[in-house]
């Protein structure tokens, strides 16, 4: 059965971020003291015009960086190593169940 916190990875060919961006990024936000607000609900980095976005899938508010890691290196690991963007389902955030991505664009998968 699925439950919330299985953070079931799927990878995908389309939209494939950059291994390095999304490794500097997946980093960042290990360490990240920031909250993020509900809008955009995406977080971006940019390095030599390759892009990686973690976004999620529904509004819940303010987000702390730092809850998007766990997710986050599992699609980077399983996927993103493989020239795939990815997503895991079932993420646990502030109680709430959603998807979080991991590709080139800060909408969309």
């Known amino acids: 059965a699925r439950r919330c916190g299985s953070n079931a990875v799927s990878c995908d060919g389309g939209h494939a971020p950059a ?5 500097e990024l997946v980093n960042r936000v290990r360490t990240s003291t920031l909250t993020l607000n509900s809008s955009p609900r995406s977080v971006c980095l940019s390095r030599s015009g390759k892009n990686c976005c973690i976004s999620w899938s529904k509004d819940i508010g303010s987000v702390r960086e730092a809850d998007l890691f766990n997710a ?5 690991d399983r996927c993103v190593g493989e020239n795939n963007s990815g997503l895991a389902r079932d993420v646990s955030i502030n109680g709430n169940c959603l998807t979080e991505c991991l590709s080139d664009r800060a909408t969309g998968c």
């Open 19 to 23: 291994l390095n961006t999304c490794t």
């Open 72 to 76: 986050g290196k599992n699609v980077l």
